[in-house]
């Protein structure tokens, strides 16, 4: 599984093991997107796309809308792009996108394909009017690559054992992709996703609002930052948090309790599963939210809607 795009509670992710179908999120429901083929006409002689990928998507009002990438290997520079309005409870196509701001709906498409997609001067009309889910992302190198001081970007980092640091900037978008990539943050706001491989995201200083995901493999998710959401992923993870909101997610993740202003409030402490690696002296309260853990008047976790201290694997 691969992590495509993340837009505040909307999700998109590749499945290679399922055919490499394309899934989308929206508030925990998870949908497989209904797959169109199109014979496009502009690959030159060897026609049609060498490759297609979503890179954004936004729901409202029941419609998730998806903006999809073609790649051509040949006959056309261009990059093209399409956008498709999916229903976000089934992945049924509703319609597509066509230009001069035309929306068709499933069935009644044009037959000329050249009417549902965008290059060249069209590009910069389509991304004017999608611009508030999709800004053109940079896709680096297998490579490792090593940023610092980075502000303002939209970034894929690719293969490589990568290293990424933030130090400002607002609307800030990173996937380490595959790789053990570590990324720090020291200032700005965004989100910023691990990728596939074991990663460490380190949280010094961010804006209220940013979020970081280990994504895929053993990943260590670190942070003393308050208003920052910290999530593991779909492996067995390690949360070092002292301050913010805390999601383990799927496997059977740690939650160390750490000194510092502030509590982790953790939304998901799965019993019988999960564990907290404690500290010396440290001891649970219970709360009219849940159990809370730490040492004298210094509470470092919070264990939201679990009322036993029995059912809690302390380590």
């Known amino acids: 599984m691969q992590?495509?795009?993340?837009?505040?509670?909307?999700?998109?992710?590749?499945?290679?093991?399922?055919?490499?179908?394309?899934?989308?999120?929206?508030?925990g429901n998870r949908v497989k997107l209904q797959y169109l083929s199109y014979a496009q006409s502009k690959g030159g002689s060897d026609g049609g796309p060498s490759g297609w990928i979503p890179i954004a998507a936004e729901t409202d009002n029941g419609v998730s809308t998806v903006v999809i990438r073609f790649t051509y290997s040949s006959?056309?520079?261009?990059?093209?792009?399409?956008?498709?309005?999916?229903?976000?409870?089934?992945?049924?196509?509703?319609?597509?996108?066509?230009?001069d701001n035309t929306l068709y709906p499933l069935g009644e498409?044009?037959?000329?394909?050249?009417?549902?997609?965008?290059?060249?001067?069209?590009?910069?009309?389509?991304?004017?009017?999608?611009?508030?889910?999709?800004?053109?992302r940079t896709f680096l190198s297998d490579a490792r690559d090593s940023l610092t001081g980075q502000a303002n970007f939209n970034i894929a980092l690719m293969g490589g054992n990568d290293f990424?640091?933030?130090?400002?900037?607002?609307?800030?978008?990173?996937?380490?992709?595959?790789?053990?990539?570590?990324?720090?943050?020291?200032?700005?706001?965004?989100?910023?996703?691990?990728?596939?491989?074991?990663?460490?995201?380190?949280?010094?200083?961010?804006?209220?609002?940013?979020?970081?995901?280990g994504n895929r493999g053993m990943d260590v998710v670190t942070g003393s930052v308050d208003g920052v959401i910290y999530r593991g992923g779909s492996e067995n993870d390690t949360l070092q948090v002292s301050a913010g909101t805390v999601w383990g997610d799927k496997g059977a993740d740690t939650f160390q309790a750490v000194t510092g202003a502030g509590v982790a409030v953790v939304q998901d402490y799965t019993v019988g599963k999960d564990f907290v690696q404690g500290i010396a002296g440290g001891s649970f309260t219970l709360t009219d939210q849940g159990l809370s853990y730490g040492v004298g008047n210094d509470q470092m976790l919070l264990l939201l809607n679990v009322n036993d201290a029995s059912q809690v694997s302390v380590i």
């Open 3 to 27: 992590i495509l795009d993340v837009n505040g509670n909307t999700t998109i992710e590749s499945v290679a093991s399922e055919g490499a179908s394309i899934f989308l999120i929206h508030n």
């Open 75 to 99: 006959g056309l520079s261009d990059s093209l792009y399409q956008a498709i309005d999916f229903a976000k409870d089934s992945g049924k196509v509703i319609r597509i996108h066509g230009k």
């Open 109 to 136: 498409t044009p037959g000329d394909v050249n009417q549902l997609i965008f290059w060249g001067a069209d590009a910069t009309k389509f991304f004017n009017k999608f611009g508030s889910i999709i800004s053109p």
């Open 164 to 213: 990424l640091e933030v130090t400002g900037g607002s609307n800030n978008f990173a996937n380490g992709n595959n790789g053990e990539d570590y990324i720090v943050l020291r200032g700005g706001q965004g989100r910023y996703l691990g990728g596939a491989d074991n990663d460490r995201l380190e949280v010094f200083a961010a804006e209220a609002g940013s979020q970081v995901n």
